[in-house]
C-alpha cells in the first residue's frame, strides 16, 4: 500500500514549456486535490476532483487543467509555464466524510522551478 | 469567502519550553483537523475535532476545538527537537459543500537544542 505518489519528484522548465504531474493513490478515495504551496501562503488548492471523471476549480485555478479519467489517478497540467508558477505541488487524496477521521493524505510532493 | 487565521506565523523556543498555536475561522466549522509537516517534507494528519469543546491529547501534545466551532489550539509541553516544522489547522465550513478543507497559513515552530 503506497498511499499517494506523484511523479515528478523535481522539474525544472523554462518558460513558456507544457508539462503533466502525475497523482496516484491505492486506497480507493473517491476525492483528489491539488495545492501548491509557497513560502508564506500556505496550501492554496488549485483543482479538485469528487469523483472519476469530475472535475472543479479551487482557490488558484488559472493557468492550471486537471483531469481524472482514472479513479486512483489525477494529473495536472501546465500549459504554458509562467516563473509564477514555481512551487510545490502536493496531490491528496481523502475517502470522503463517512470516514473516520475523514483527514487528506498527502503524497511528497513536486518541487518545480519555472526559469 | 471563508478564511481561516493562523497565529503566531513563527515561533522559536528553546527545548523544554511550551508551544501553542492558535487557529480562527470566520465561520462555524463543522469539524477542526490539524496537519505537522516537517521541513521539506508533506503534510501528516495529526488529529481531527468534531464536538464543540472537544479536548484531545496525544502525548504531549493538546488540542483543543472552541465552544463556538470557530478556533482550536494546539499546544505541546516541553518541546523537543522532534517536534520542529510547520503546524497547519484546516476546517470545512459547517453546511457547505464539505468537499473543500480551507488551510490555515500555519505556524513554523523551531526549537533550540
Known amino acids: 500500500n503506497a498511499g499517494v505518489t506523484q511523479t515528478p519528484k523535481f522539474r525544472v522548465l523554462k518558460t513558456g514549456q507544457s508539462m503533466t504531474l502525475l497523482c496516484a493513490q491505492d486506497m480507493n478515495h473517491e476525492y483528489m486535490y491539488w495545492y501548491r504551496q509557497d513560502p508564506g501562503m500556505g496550501l492554496r488548492l488549485i483543482h479538485y476532483?469528487?469523483?472519476?471523471?469530475?472535475?472543479a476549480k479551487g482557490e488558484v485555478p488559472d493557468g492550471y487543467n486537471v483531469s481524472r479519467l482514472k479513479k486512483q489517478n489525477f494529473l495536472l497540467g501546465l500549459e504554458s509555464a509562467a516563473p509564477s508558477q514555481t512551487s510545490v505541488y502536493f496531490c491528496?487524496?481523502?475517502?470522503?466524510?463517512?470516514?473516520?477521521?475523514?483527514?487528506?493524505?498527502f503524497g511528497p510532493g513536486t518541487r518545480l522551478t519555472v526559469l | 469567502g471563508q478564511q481561516v487565521m493562523q497565529i503566531p506565523q513563527y515561533q522559536h523556543v528553546q527545548e523544554g519550553e511550551d508551544f501553542t498555536t492558535y487557529c480562527n475561522s470566520s465561520?462555524?466549522?463543522?469539524?477542526i483537523q490539524w496537519y505537522k509537516q516537517r521541513p521539506g517534507g508533506h503534510p501528516v494528519f495529526l488529529i481531527q475535532l468534531v464536538k464543540s469543546g472537544e479536548v484531545k491529547k496525544q502525548k504531549r501534545l493538546t488540542f483543543q476545538f472552541g465552544e463556538a466551532k470557530k478556533n482550536s489550539s494546539l499546544h505541546i509541553t516541553a518541546t523537543q527537537t522532534t517536534d520542529v516544522g510547520t503546524y497547519f489547522c484546516?476546517?470545512?465550513?459547517?453546511?457547505?459543500?464539505?468537499?473543500?478543507?480551507?488551510f490555515g497559513k500555519g505556524t513554523l515552530l523551531t526549537v533550540n537544542p
Open positions: 476532483s469528487v469523483g472519476e471523471g469530475t472535475t
Open positions: 465561520t462555524t466549522l463543522s469539524n
Open positions: 484546516a476546517g470545512y465550513v459547517s453546511g457547505g459543500s464539505n468537499y473543500k478543507l480551507t
Open positions: 491528496a487524496s481523502r475517502g470522503g466524510k463517512n470516514h473516520i477521521p475523514d483527514t487528506q493524505y
